[in-house]
T-cell receptor
Framework: DGGITQSPKYLFRKEGQNVTLSCEQN?????MYWYRQDPGQGLRLIYY???????QKGDIAEGYSVSREKKESFPLTVTSAQKNPTAFYLC??????????????FGDGTRLSIL | GQNIDQPTEMTATEGAIVQINCTYQ??????LFWYQQHAGEAPTFLSYNVLDGLEEKGRFSSFLSRSKGYSYLLLKELQMKDSASYLCAVRGFTGGGNKLTFGTGTQLKVEL
């Protein structure tokens, strides 16, 4: 079954600690995205990648880092510089830029909390 | 930049019809998407509009007017399971491929 897998479902971070959220897709999509969702707010774009070995900052990239070494994988690291990391993190993927009507498909999310 | 407005909450009765509006101001326009999101779950794709007019998919329809910067999602024959947040998202000509800007979502509550 094709889809997007995010892990873990729940994650706790200690002060000063970096944590990494996993996102894997087997949809053969070129583009992948990371969003953050806070209560009462829409999805805000953290980082996105249109192709392997390339990625761009979204609207709220400070305190986060990503890598795109493989087409299937787009891990997100929440660094200690991110002072308010408690949120619901969603990973998405979509077909490449030449397929304009294709929607983004989302994983089930990771809920990150501070200990 | 992009700005998207949706009502925060709506309430409707089972079996009725509800219309959820979305207005947007963008530096460019290259399509509008509607997603459904149940609490604590992933958003799921409902519809896509890029040309003016109505797109119908079963109980769900979506309308777009590019000149007015306006879209709506119409849900017919409401069911209890339609209680969810409905997200409007716009893609602009930012050079970012399929990059979307999302509204804050409309929380729909369906009552008996």
């Amino acid at each position: 079954d094709g889809g997007i897998t995010q892990s873990p479902k729940y994650l706790f971070r200690k002060e000063g600690q970096n944590v990494t959220l996993s996102c894997e897709q087997n949809l053969n999509h070129d583009a992948m995205y990371w969003y953050r969702q806070d209560p009462g707010q829409g999805l805000r774009l953290i980082y996105y990648s249109q192709i392997v070995n390339d990625f761009q900052k979204g609207d709220i990239a400070e305190g986060y880092s990503v890598s795109r070494e493989k087409k299937e994988s787009f891990p997100l690291t929440v660094t200690s510089a991110q002072k308010n990391p408690t949120a619901f993190y969603l990973c998405a993927s979509s077909a490449g830029t030449g397929v304009s009507n294709q929607p983004q498909h989302f994983g089930d999310g990771t809920r990150l909390s501070i200990l | 930049g992009q700005n998207i407005d949706q009502p925060t909450e709506m309430t409707a009765t089972e079996g009725a019809i509800v219309q959820i509006n979305c207005t947007y101001q963008t530096s460019g326009f290259n399509g509008l998407f509607w997603y459904q999101q149940h609490a604590g779950e992933a958003p799921t794709f409902l519809s896509y509009n890029v040309l003016d007019g109505l797109e119908e998919k079963g109980r769900f329809s979506s309308f777009l007017s590019r000149s007015k910067g306006y879209s709506y999602l119409l849900l017919k024959e409401l069911q209890m399971k339609d209680s969810a947040s409905y997200l409007c998202a716009v893609r602009g000509f930012t050079g970012g491929g399929n990059k979307l800007t999302f509204g804050t979502g409309t929380q729909l509550k369906v009552e008996l």
